[in-house]
């Protein structure tokens, strides 16, 4: 299957800076990619769906400003978490998918997740 | 999407098949039954995906049920390394999203 990789695979930053997350699709371009959260022993929340070259949509309940999404190219989507909380610790994951398959047949593929700890 | 109900967990000895359930009784014509695994501090690892008709590939076989409102997951040999939280999806033709339920956590014991 297609190959996407989040940067860093952890990350301890203090308690009011921004941490920057990467999800790289590396040998596919993806039109849309997502972006979960998940706390631990629950399931994956999704937060928002990331579009190339337009702006993020947030799931309800999800703060915009809080939680920045720029997907300036067909393989790079980013999440700035923004003055970091520790309540913001947590496991983020994103997923794409393809841009030549769309419908029932085109599987999201997952990178291996960020573990954010805010101190 | 429709909402998908899973036991929180079952067990499976070593070497024998792994029968994982889900129930879709809202699912809709177009919408189709996703299985994805997600191994513990990993990102979720595509299994397999049907609308009606049973699927096999090299990781597993999905059974659909006639009346699509319930479907299986078969792993026909579990082992140690298949021990996940196993989540069953319904998503609709060409939409994008999935929404992940709780999922059942598959213990596969020596």
């Known amino acids: 299957g297609a190959v996407v990789s989040q940067h860093p695979s952890w990350v301890i930053c203090k308690s009011g800076t921004s941490v920057k997350i990467e999800c790289r699709s590396l040998?596919?371009?993806?039109?849309?990619m997502f972006w979960y959260r998940q706390f631990p022993k629950q399931s994956l929340m999704l937060m928002a769906t990331s579009n190339e070259g337009s702006k993020a949509t947030y799931e309800q309940g999800v703060e915009k400003d809080k939680f920045l999404i720029n997907h300036a190219s067909l393989t790079l989507s980013t999440l700035t978490v923004t003055s970091a909380h520790p309540e913001d610790s947590s496991f983020y994951i994103c997923?794409?998918?393809?841009?030549?398959?769309?419908?029932?047949?085109?599987?999201?593929?997952f990178g291996q997740g960020t573990r954010l700890t805010v101190v | 999407d429709a909402k998908t109900t899973q036991p929180p967990s079952m067990d499976c000895a070593e070497g024998r098949a792994a029968n994982l359930p889900c129930n879709h009784s809202?699912?809709?014509?177009?919408?189709?039954v996703y299985w994805y695994r997600q191994i513990h501090s990993q990102g979720p690892q595509y299994i397999i995906h049907?609308?009606?008709n049973n699927e096999t590939n090299e990781m597993a076989s999905l059974i659909i049920t006639e009346d699509r409102k319930s479907s299986t997951l078969i792993l026909p040999h579990a082992t140690l390394r298949d021990t996940a939280v196993y989540y069953c999806i319904v998503r609709g033709y060409n939409f994008n999203k999935f929404y992940f339920g709780s999922g059942t956590k598959l213990n596969v014991k020596p």
């Open positions: 040998d596919f371009q993806a039109t849309t």
């Open positions: 049907g609308l009606k």
């Open positions: 997923s794409a998918r393809t841009i030549e398959v769309r419908g029932p047949k085109t599987e999201a593929f």
């Open positions: 809202t699912i809709s014509g177009n919408e189709y």
